[in-house]
């Protein structure tokens, strides 16, 4: 993929989210913002200016990220689940979404924002 793409970032864990901004710079796209909680990742939606978000689906104190994933969605913004494990499935509505697992790897960024971007547009 040639197309650089704005991404936020929804990731609790600072060491985590900074690899991945590291990642995303590398192949030559841009962290607009990371958000650590539900409510930031509501507001980073609110403001706009992202092309795709990378989500980690279960957040410090057992958040989980379905509502950021329903805002995403009704906006028409593409994102991607990101997990380090065992997960239950998402909601019906989030079924088809790339999944990015943890640890992250420089080869499936770039595969799953393009995954995010051809399913949204679909």
């Given at each position: 993929?040639?197309?650089?793409?704005?991404?936020?970032?929804?990731?609790?864990?600072?060491?985590?989210?900074?690899?991945?901004?590291?990642?995303?710079?590398?192949?030559?796209?841009?962290?607009?913002?990371?958000?650590?909680?539900?409510?930031?990742?509501?507001?980073?939606?609110?403001?706009?200016?992202?092309?795709?978000?990378?989500?980690?689906?279960?957040?410090?104190?057992?958040?989980k990220i379905w509502p950021v994933a329903d805002r995403l969605a009704k906006k028409g913004c593409p994102f991607i689940l990101a997990t380090g494990g065992h997960i239950e499935p998402p909601p019906a509505q989030h079924?088809?979404?790339?999944?990015?697992?943890?640890?992250?790897?420089?080869?499936?960024?770039?595969?799953?924002?393009?995954?995010?971007?051809?399913?949204?547009?679909?």
């Amino acid at each position: 993929m040639t197309n650089s793409r704005s991404i936020l970032v929804v990731e609790d864990e600072p060491l985590i989210a900074m690899m991945l901004e590291d990642f995303l710079d590398s192949l030559g796209h841009k962290c607009v913002a990371i958000a650590e909680t539900v409510a930031e990742a509501m507001d980073r939606i609110d403001e706009g200016g992202f092309d795709v978000a990378i989500m980690d689906v279960h957040l410090k104190g057992g958040e989980k990220i379905w509502p950021v994933a329903d805002r995403l969605a009704k906006k028409g913004c593409p994102f991607i689940l990101a997990t380090g494990g065992h997960i239950e499935p998402p909601p019906a509505q989030h079924a088809d979404a790339p999944v990015l697992s943890k640890p992250y790897t420089m080869d499936a960024i770039n595969p799953a924002i393009a995954a995010a971007l051809t399913e949204r547009a679909s």
